[in-house]
């Protein structure tokens, strides 16, 4: 139970941020054009909100409001006077607009005045159009205001990964000095890779950059070249791996996620006492065969001694004597879990060459961009295969989204899956559907390219038919998350 919390919190934090932004883009733009901004809310707030305030007016929540000393009784009409074709006289760039939190974590919002959105005021539009809306102004502005959550999301993501890699650098593994080459879950195996395969190209693209980027390309690719027993071959990957892929890591028994690197055994820890204690294990010792049977690799070494519950093994070791290594064979007595009592080293860099990239204030921001480039065509590329009969049965809804935060709470972490759902965000939004910001800038386009503007009535049916769409993918994709929790 603790473990869901730190996940729905980080999840609510994550969805917090990421709204501030994308609708703080969309009001500066607004104020900047000199259009007024009626609310300007995090999450949704039907009926009633959580908390609401009006710099100068009142402050208030849960239905309730008290006037603050000095608030004008006619804030409306004041406000009205105070704008004169979009130029302030007396109120200042942020007193015109009503901050609030609402009580549903879906999104957010800010109501923009004379301007079509979620909050259907029909009302406001049958009167004749005012200076200060956004009606009013010409389609160059409104288009800005639109475009604009989406560019602060990208900007954010881009602040965040530049951060990132500012205050911890780069240190990685590259795939090509993994010597000892890569093992693969069973998912990647039945695609064809074979444990000890080395990626060299996907789609004709050398792999040689970071390993998370590396492994997004392999993925996506139709095709992946690999150094194997000396020479290339060429994998041909089937259309449903990503989706393959994914269902193995929901599965109990995952032990890998595609491909791990391919690193020996080595003992790193010896529990007094237990099993390998007793046989004369000890730290740095690495492990070559079990019962003499090879174990190559780390995975394999795992493998291989599953089923061996209370039984004693043979545990062939090298270990260091000075210049040379000498090869020792232990009886080792096993647990009921198979388990002897060790500790064994997972860092590749143990073992090969690490890379290691630091950044500076200036450096750091074009490795941003890079990494929210990167993020967003990958996400483009996927979005692909949710339109396929497997990618409508990966879609996921807040469950989906809140698994993907680690147990325990890691900041690192956390920034870097947030800068990834706001490349998400941003993309979403600026699909051609009505409702999104992406159906808006649509008309605007209309407008521009045959110089009318499409009629209220239209705008409002547009509107009406988004928000049905984006309510049934909301239930469909929360649904996909019970289903899934019920029926694993």
Same mark, same amino acid.
């Given at each position: ?11 609510? &934090? ?81 007193? #015109?607009?009503? %901050? ?60 965040? %990964? ?17 010597? $000892? ?15 000890? #395969? ?13 390993? +998370? ?10 095709? @992946?070249? @690999? ?7 060429? *994998? ?44 004369? @294990? ?22 291989? *001694? ?5 039984? +004693? ?30 500790? &064994? ?13 630091? %950044?500076? &204030? ?16 990958? %996400? ?50 600026? *699909? ?12 605007? *386009?209309?407008? @521009? ?14 509107? $009406? ?24």
């Amino acid at each position: 139970m603790e473990t869901f919390w730190i996940k729905a919190a980080q999840l609510v &934090l994550a969805l917090a941020i990421l709204i501030i932004i994308h609708e703080f883009g969309h009001f500066l733009f607004a104020r900047l054009f000199g259009i007024r901004v009626e609310k300007f809310y995090i999450f949704f707030d039907p009926w009633k909100e959580l908390f609401k305030w009006k710099p100068g007016k009142y402050i208030g929540g849960l239905g309730k409001q008290k006037n603050l000393p000095g608030a004008s009784e006619d804030n409306e009409s004041q406000e009205a006077d105070n704008l004169d074709g979009g130029k302030k006289k007396k109120s200042g760039f942020w007193n #015109d607009t009503e %901050y609030g939190i609402g009580w549903v974590p879906l999104g957010g919002y800010c109501k923009i005045s004379g301007m079509i959105d979620e909050s259907m005021d029909t009302e406001q539009m049958k009167q004749p159009a005012k200076p200060y809306e956004f009606r009013s102004k010409p389609a160059w502005q409104r288009l800005l205001v639109m475009i604009a959550g989406v560019l602060f999301n990208f900007l954010l993501a881009i602040i965040i %990964y530049a951060g990132i890699v500012y205050a911890t650098g780069e240190k990685y593994v590259a795939l090509s000095d993994a010597r $000892m080459g890569l093992d693969y879950s069973q998912a990647a195996q039945n695609a064809g890779f074979r444990n000890g #395969d080395m990626p060299v190209k996907a789609d004709g693209e050398a792999l040689d950059g970071l390993p +998370t980027e590396d492994r997004l390309k392999m993925m996506q690719a139709k095709e @992946v070249t @690999v150094l194997r027993d000396g020479k290339e071959v060429t *994998l041909e990957i089937p259309e449903n791996f990503i989706f393959d892929l994914d269902k193995e890591m929901k599965s109990e028994n995952a032990t890998i996620n595609f491909f791990t690197y391919r690193i020996p055994t080595r003992i790193t820890q010896v529990m007094p006492g237990e099993g390998a204690a007793k046989a004369g @294990v000890k730290e740095k010792d690495e492990v070559i065969a079990i019962n003499g049977t090879p174990t190559a690799s780390l995975t394999e070494f795992l493998s291989t *001694l599953e089923g061996h519950g209370n039984e +004693t093994i043979d545990l062939t070791v090298v270990r260091a004597n000075g210049s040379a290594n000498d090869t020792i064979t232990l009886p080792v007595q096993l647990s009921d879990n198979s388990k002897m009592g060790v500790g &064994l080293e997972v860092d590749p860099s143990a073992f090969f060459n690490v890379k290691e990239k630091k %950044y500076n &204030l200036f450096t750091s921001v074009p490795r941003g961009v890079e990494m929210g480039v990167d993020r967003l065509t990958s %996400y483009v590329k996927s979005m692909k295969l949710v339109f396929t009969k497997e990618g409508a049965k990966s879609v996921g809804g807040f469950g989906a989204i809140g698994s993907i935060f680690p147990e325990s709470w890691d900041w690192i972490a956390f920034w870097n899956i947030a800068a990834f759902l706001s490349v998400a965000l941003a993309f979403m939004n600026i *699909l051609p559907i009505p409702a999104l910001d992406g159906g808006h800038v649509l008309f605007l *386009l209309y407008e @521009v390219i045959f110089r009318r503007k499409p009629s209220d009535k239209f705008l409002e049916y547009a509107q $009406m038919t988004g928000m049905v769409l984006l309510i049934a993918l909301l239930i469909y994709a929360n649904g996909m998350d019970i289903v899934r929790f019920f029926f694993k």
